[in-house]
């Protein structure tokens, strides 16, 4: 009160051309915070691009049909498979390593052993065949995907909804939860698109430099305009975050929302001050108790445990064709580098165990059969070639990263995710979060792991944007 009554007095005391300017200056910068706050506000988008990624020059037009596909196999191709397996020569563990030094030689002979006697890949190829596949041209390049109808559709409300994978997943992983969303869910019932990147499984590989998540981003929303889809729902995780990101940013009008298991956002002084505050005072920094369990102490669990798990993006982002060369020839060392990661991003604990945890959350022939979608295909080096493409340069300079998210945004942080993402930290890029739930449970391949934790994330996620 004393210094109300100060104030009062000193602005008495001010001659009447003072009064003005003091009241001006206030009203000048009421105007300019409301100015950027509305700003902040606006619906930003980036630019569209265009591309051609096709071999040789682009045409003057482009086949724009879409045609089935079929995943086919044959006995000539199984008998290469054991043929080079056969050959492999295995180098010993050291004693009592576990997963620490990677794939653990000794089981993975167990693992090989259940792929070359046991596992049935025709019978697999007859369960990809589960759902229908599909091809079509655009930007040069035959994009891949499957478009799964809900079985009832009458008195429901169905909803476009598309799926993108990362790596070193596929649109495989998400088999455990079509079901889940194209059955009736309270009322809502979705129709799923889940393309495959291109250069990844049965997408055609670029035939140039340069092909990035923007690139795709583009190329998925063309495919969902060609579907006749103006409106949809995006989720993803790993890669399928960034390009599913990048599709909200270029139309955002056409994204009625964008769900992820797996977000970026740690650059800024929010972040630096969480930091510094967040152990001690999180709630002056915007941070749960959660949050704070999952982030510190913070380098151990986000500078020294990262060290210890991207070595692969460095040489996948460098040299991916001096990387993939082996795994592109060698069918068991291309099974150790993929279910290496299955093992380790689903829990990192799992490198204490002798079977590095694999089947704790996965089949053997759910995952043989992912990794026989990159042998059968030959795509581990194209795929690797994407991590070159994103971080040819800084990733902070390019547009997607300076510009904001403003679609409807769901966030689903699950524990053992390679990185936590806290809400505060996500609404530095994500402008417009209406649902943000920690996951009991489940890691990097959250759809392929807990299916029906993400289904009821997302499921609830999409009845708030539709007000259900």
């Known amino acids: 009160m004393e210094r109300l009554q100060v104030l009062k007095g000193t602005f008495c005391s001010l001659d009447a051309f003072q009064k003005q300017l003091l009241i001006g200056s206030a009203v000048a910068a009421g105007g300019i915070l409301a100015y950027m706050v509305q700003k902040r506000r606006q619906v930003k988008s980036i630019p569209l691009g265009?591309?051609?990624?096709?071999?040789?020059?682009?045409?003057?037009?482009?086949?724009?049909?879409?045609?089935?596909?079929?995943?086919?196999?044959?006995?000539e191709e199984i008998e290469d498979l054991h043929e080079r397996i056969d050959r492999t020569r295995y180098a010993d563990p050291l004693e009592d390593s576990c997963f620490q030094y990677g794939f653990n030689s000794t089981h993975l002979k167990k693992v090989v052993s259940y792929w070359r006697h046991t596992f049935d890949w025709k019978k697999q190829v007859e369960v990809l065949n589960k759902y229908p596949h599909f091809k079509t041209k655009i930007e040069g390049l035959d994009v891949h995907f499957i478009h799964v109808q809900p079985p009832h559709r009458d008195n429901q409300k169905v909803l476009p909804l598309m799926l993108v994978h990362g790596w070193p997943g596929s649109f495989y992983e998400f088999y455990r939860i079509l079901p889940l969303l194209t059955e009736n869910q309270d009322g809502v019932v979705f129709e799923v698109i889940c393309p495959s990147i291109p250069g990844y499984a049965f997408s055609e590989a670029s035939h140039k430099q340069g092909f990035n998540s923007l690139a795709a981003a583009r190329i998925f929303l063309t495919l969902m305009e060609r579907l006749g889809f103006s409106q949809f729902y995006l989720q993803g995780g790993d890669w399928g975050s960034l390009i599913t990101t990048n599709m909200s940013q270029m139309k955002p009008q056409c994204v009625k929302g964008l769900h992820l298991n797996m977000c970026m956002s740690n650059k800024g002084f929010k972040v630096m001050l969480s930091l510094i505050i967040g152990p001690y005072l999180p709630f002056l920094v915007g941070l749960s108790r959660e949050d704070v369990r999952r982030l510190f102490p913070f380098f151990e669990k986000n500078v020294w445990e990262i060290l210890k798990e991207s070595g692969y993006l460095h040489i996948q982002a460098t040299k991916p064709d001096t990387a993939g060369c082996g795994a592109n020839d060698s069918p068991v060392g291309l099974a150790a580098y993929i279910l290496e990661k299955f093992s380790t991003w689903t829990d990192n604990r799992n490198r204490d165990l002798e079977d590095g945890g694999l089947e704790?959350?996965?089949?053997?022939?759910?995952?043989l059969t992912n990794v026989m979608i990159y042998w059968t295909t030959g795509s581990?080096?194209?795929?690797?070639?994407?991590?070159?493409?994103?971080?040819?340069?800084?990733?902070?300079?390019?547009?997607?990263?300076?510009?904001?998210?403003?679609?409807?945004?769901?966030?689903a942080a699950f524990p053992n995710e390679l990185?936590?993402?806290?809400?505060?930290?996500?609404?530095?890029?994500?402008?417009?979060?209406?649902?943000?739930?920690?996951?009991?449970?489940?890691?990097?391949?959250?759809?392929?792991?807990?299916?029906?934790?993400?289904?009821?994330?997302?499921?609830q996620f999409v009845k708030k944007v539709e007000k259900f």
Not at 419 to 436: D, E, M, T, V
Request: glycine share 8%; proline share 7%.
């Open 380 to 411: 581990i080096v194209s795929s690797m070639r994407f991590y070159k493409e994103n971080f040819k340069g800084n990733p902070d300079n390019r547009v997607d990263a300076k510009t904001g998210i403003f679609v409807p945004t769901g966030l």
């Open 50 to 75: 265009e591309g051609w990624w096709g071999a040789g020059e682009k045409p003057l037009s482009e086949d724009d049909q879409i045609y089935p596909f079929k995943v086919q196999t044959s006995d």
């Open 360 to 367: 704790r959350k996965f089949s053997l022939d759910d995952l």
């Open 419 to 459: 990185l936590h993402c806290p809400k505060s930290w996500a609404q530095i890029r994500y402008r417009n979060i209406q649902s943000y739930n920690y996951m009991p449970r489940g890691g990097h391949f959250a759809a392929f792991e807990e299916p029906q934790l993400l289904a009821n994330d997302f499921v």
